[in-house]
């Protein structure tokens, strides 16, 4: 005998190894049918993920080396003017979160008022890209913080400029984010002018979004911004998401080819940041 | 008794992580709709080389690692891939006979299943599918098959003894 007892699983006659096929094609077709409609596998998928994570880690290195040391080839003079030039948007940035503060604080009075529930500040943490998938057919990055984040299903992630996507599948270390780009992606957003709300749908392409159900009479024009409107709560309300870029109202059809574009920097990032929601308190509300 | 059993593993197992690399490389836009169909080429390759010891419970396995590491719905390539392997212990003998034009043709085959099971799950998963696009990987492999047979059947003649 040619092989040990414990590689019999994978060393059959040939009709074993007929009957072994059938079981795996089996086993593949039971697997699918679990993740496609319950959250079962989560853990499974999660371990498997632990298991990618070196060929994740193998593809991200060089190219996080190569960043590495460009920036320590730098030159001095780059690195100073480039230091400059944060410090003066540092500035003006906190002057912005000085008036922000003041526009908080007297929209928390006015909600008080309304006796209506204020809107709980969300907490972001920075986390760094391992790879991106931009096929046509999916807009998938990997991020390189999981479960020991405490990173959960259907968290929203940000950039600096808007909304980048949700988190649909959690490993232990790393975390895969569909874009609002993606063609199953679809974010409930808000047009930023009017209020009027709707959704906008990944097309696949990492620059173009779709609005498909607007009517052709709708107030909306190239340049709108398009915020998330919270609906659904996976998104931060009120953040920017796109901006329509074209708008062709269809004759003899209900609803106009509406395009833009989004705001956030899609595929040209080495940084996102999670958003984490400090959850309203349901039970204490009435 | 286990003779060269580790270093076959270790052979098949770098080769395998070396074809999911380059399934998830960064690829500029249009290479994208290009990228060959690796990890389905390497596990063909090994399945035709090592039919005893490289066989569809592998294929399965690496299937379902890929799934994860492309975020698809899990047991999609374990599918696909048990098809691949599948076919090419099938044919092992005779391809082994043939020419590689012709090994060529029966590796497009094989893939043309591949691509078309995973298009078909897609669209019952409900992602949106550009069909063409789809398609043009399996030309590619098959194009490049011949120097990934090639590279592979030298590192088997250097590092797994017959």
Known sequence: MKFTREHHLFHATSRGRALRTALLILAAIALMALDNHYLALRHVRSALLAVVYPVQWLVNEPGALGRTMASDLASHHALLKRNAELERKLIRARVDVARMDALKEENRRLRLLLNAVGRMPGRVVATSILTVDMSPFQSLITVNAGKNYGVHLGQPVIDADGVIGQITHIGPLQSQIMLITDPASAIPVEIGRTGLATLALGTGQLNVLSLPYLPNSTDIKPGDRLVASGFGGRYPRGYPVAVVTAVEPQAGEPFAHVSARPLARLGREHEVLLYFTAKPDMENTP | ?162
């Open chain 2, 1 to 162: 008794m286990k003779p060269r059993w580790p270093g076959s593993v270790l052979t098949i197992a770098i080769s395998v992580v070396v074809a999911l690399v380059l399934t998830i490389i960064p690829l500029p836009g249009w290479g994208e709709a290009l990228r060959p169909a690796w990890v389905a080429l390497v596990v063909f390759y090994w399945v035709l080389a090592l039919p005893e010891r490289f066989n569809v419970g592998w294929a399965w396995l690496i299937g379902l690692l890929m799934d994860a590491l492309t975020g698809n719905l899990l047991g999609a390539h374990a599918l696909a891939l048990v098809l691949v392997a599948m076919l090419a212990s099938r044919w092992h003998l005779k391809m082994r006979m043939h020419p590689l034009w012709q090994q060529s043709l029966g590796v497009g085959l094989a893939l043309l299943l591949y691509t078309v099971l995973l298009f078909w799950i897609g669209g019952i998963a409900g992602h949106m599918n550009r069909p063409l696009v789809r398609f043009l990987p399996v030309a590619i492999s098959v194009l490049i098959w011949p120097w990934v047979y090639a590279v592979l059947r030298r590192v088997r003649q250097r590092y797994i003894p017959a």
